[in-house]
T-cell receptor
Framework: RKEVEQDPGPFNVPEGATVAFNCTYS??????FFWYRQDCRKEPKLLMSVYSSGNEDGRFTAQLNRASQYISLLIRDSKLSDSATYLC???????????FGTGTSLTVIP | EPEVTQTPSHQVTQMGQEVILRCVPI?????FYWYRQILGQKVEFLVS????????KSEIFDDQFSVERPDGSNFTLKIRSTKLEDSAMYFC????????????FGSGTRLTVV
């Protein structure tokens, strides 16, 4: 069973577009959620934590829907520099291990 | 901004050889981790380490693997008798005290087994 599932994409969007990614998780007791960004052959870098109330950081908005067991990431006004793979990450209760999704590839086109 | 440092950045080794991957976690962090990512696949958990012992490990982390914190700053992953399928990026990470605000990952060691 996959703990975390993501649509791998790829998503190809023009500059300035709004794009949204979803990620579903299987364990309803999962307690912490994150979005990470990974550039080609680089380490994952924390983009934002995802809180129950939803949170926003500039052009990025993350939402958590516990009832449906999914988290989302919305990117507004896409920039060329947003091109990367976006990784959904979940921590299960009682542990400190990250479960990564396979990632969603985004390419922003000029 | 504090960093997790990994060395070497790239290691090529012959099948059957032992390798040691090195990491210097962020100095005030208490939890340390190793993850790996086979090319084109997802990032996978190997092991977490706290208070000088393994706190969690995955099925991947079998007897071929070991971790050590030989001094106050380094955190190492040893892979004995490497196999071709061990070729991957190996990422070290640290967190303080629990990862509820996310880990910081090192830039990784690319291991190529030939």
């Amino acid at each position: 069973r996959k703990e975390v599932e993501q649509d791998p994409g790829p998503f190809n969007v023009p500059e300035g577009a709004t794009v949204a990614f979803n990620c579903t998780y299987s364990n309803s007791a999962s307690q912490s959620f994150f979005w990470y960004r990974q550039d080609c052959r680089k380490e994952p870098k924390l983009l934002m934590s995802v809180y129950s109330s939803g949170n926003e950081d500039g052009r990025f908005t993350a939402q958590l829907n516990r009832a449906s067991q999914y988290i989302s990431l919305l990117i507004r006004d896409s920039k060329l520099s947003d091109s990367a793979t976006y990784l959904c990450v979940v921590i299960l209760p009682g542990g400190n291990q990250f479960y990564f999704g396979t990632g969603t590839s985004l390419t922003v086109i000029p | 901004e504090p960093e997790v440092t990994q060395t070497p950045s790239h290691q090529v080794t012959q099948m059957g050889q032992e390798v040691i991957l090195r990491c210097v976690p962020i100095s005030n962090h208490l939890y340390f981790y190793w993850y790996r990512q086979i090319l084109g696949q997802k990032v996978e958990f190997l092991v977490s380490f706290y208070n000088n012992e393994i706190s969690e490990k995955s099925e991947i982390f079998d007897d071929q693997f070991s971790v050590e914190r030989p001094d106050g700053s380094n955190f190492t992953l040893k892979i004995r008798s490497t196999k071709l399928e061990d070729s991957a990026m190996y990422f070290c990470a640290s967190s303080d005290p629990l990862p509820t605000i996310g880990y910081t990952f090192g830039s990784g060691t690319r291991l190529t087994v030939v």
